[in-house]
Every structure is written in C-alpha cells, then in structure tokens.
C-alpha cells in the first residue's frame, strides 16, 4: 500500500535554482527517508530523519518533518544538472517494523 | 561501500517460462528485500528475507517465490512468467535486525521483458 505520496510529479529547473520536493503521508511514521534514483539505475539512501527531528542537513540537502501536517519535505539547493534523477519518500511505521513504503516519485530536470 | 549485484540488467523471457533472478550482496547484511517498479506505481515490496531461510511476503507475492539458501544470496523466482511480470526488478539490502532504522542499499535492477 502506498503511503507517502510525492509532489509535485515532475519538476524542472534551471542550473543553480533550488528545487524543493513535498512528501505527503497518511498514518504516524517512526522515521522517514529520501532516495534518489538516476535513469535506469538503482535507488540511492539520501537522508533519514526521525520523528522526533525537525530538519536534517546532508551537504547541499535539507530535510524538514512536519509531523502534525503529515508531511516533508527535501530541499536541494544550488541543483546541478547532475541533480537530474527522480527522487522518492518512504516512511516506516513504527519502530521494530522492517519495511519501508514507498512514494511515487518526484521527477526532477535540471537544465544547464 | 556495499555493493548489491543483481545477475543481469536486462532478461527476455516468454510466457509460461520459469525465471530466476539473482541478488548478491557482500556486507553480511541480514536483510534482503525485492521490489518491483512499474511507471505510475513505484516500488512495490514483493517478498523480503531477515535471515537464512527465511521469508516473508511483501505487498505483492502473487506469482513470485523466493529463496535464501546463503546470507549473501537472495533470488526471487517467476515461477511461471506471464507479460503483467513485465516490470523493473530491485533488490535491496539492509544491516542489523531491525531493518527499517537503516538505509536501503539498492542494485541496478533488472529489466524485465515477458513476451
């Protein structure tokens, strides 16, 4: 069952603009993650933030939770073309459980 | 780094065929999952493994079996292909027994096509 649902669908942007990513989901999470994956490729663990945290930093990446609105969201700023990928939320439910739910995805483009 | 080797990247099949596909990983992970991912759909589990010998159904096990006879190995098996099995296939990993507190390590997945 899908649990976290990305929006928007599809992003595009020039070089050097930020691109922010929603992530959307239905029941209580004990921890959340952001993976990206390239074209043809496997996915790629990118953050994990807790429930318990607010926001996350991982070089240009930053992850906020907001726990009351069900939602997160992944900042990339300054995105280079090398940003082009899709870019996926999963959630887990409580602590103990051994598989993530997926999203969608968000289709992000990077223009030089 | 984990490496997490799927056998093949691209595999045709036909219909009604038995097709295996492989997943090696060499950092003693205890877990192993397989997903599949369909446009529209994303990743959807189908069967996963905590230990040798061990399995437990995903989100979508129908058609598919599995089989964990090393630490290092998990294969998920078509038992008979049909075309709606068309699909990309990934597998992943994860250190320590309670799998959803650490990061997912991915292979490149196989494409599949059943003709």
């Known amino acids: 069952s899908q649990q976290g649902e990305e929006d928007p669908q599809a992003l595009s942007i020039q070089e050097g603009e930020n691109a922010t990513m929603n992530c959307s989901y239905k029941?209580?999470?004990?921890?959340l993650q952001w993976y990206r994956q390239n074209s043809g490729r496997g996915l790629v663990h990118l953050i994990l933030?807790?429930?318990?945290?607010r926001e996350k930093h991982s070089g240009r990446l930053r992850v906020t939770l907001d726990t009351s609105k069900k939602s997160s969201s992944l900042l990339i700023t300054a995105s280079r073309a090398a940003d082009t990928a899709s870019y996926f939320c999963?959630?887990?439910?409580?602590?103990?459980?051994?598989?993530?739910?997926f999203g969608k995805g968000t289709m992000l483009l990077v223009s030089p | 780094d984990v490496k997490v080797t799927q056998s093949s990247r691209y595999l045709v099949k036909r219909t009604g065929e038995k097709v295996f596909l492989e997943c090696v990983q060499d950092?003693?992970?205890?877990?192993m999952f397989w997903y599949r991912q369909d446009p529209g759909l994303g990743l959807r589990l189908i069967y996963f493994?905590?230990?040798?010998?061990?399995?437990e159904k995903g989100d979508i096990p129908e058609g598919y079996s599995v089989s964990r006879e090393k630490k290092e190995r998990f294969s998920l098996i078509l038992e008979s292909a049909s075309t709606n099995q068309t699909s990309m296939y990934l597998c992943?990993?994860?250190?320590?027994?309670?799998?959803?507190?650490?990061?997912?390590?991915f292979g490149d997945g196989t494409r599949l096509s059943i003709l």
């Open positions: 999963a959630t887990v439910p409580y602590p103990g459980y051994s598989t993530l739910t």
């Open positions: 029941t209580s999470i004990n921890n």
């Open positions: 933030i807790r429930s318990n945290e």
């Open positions: 950092m003693d992970h205890e877990n």
């Open positions: 493994s905590y230990d040798v010998k061990m399995k």
């Open positions: 992943a990993t994860t250190f320590g027994r309670v799998s959803g507190n650490q990061p997912q390590h």
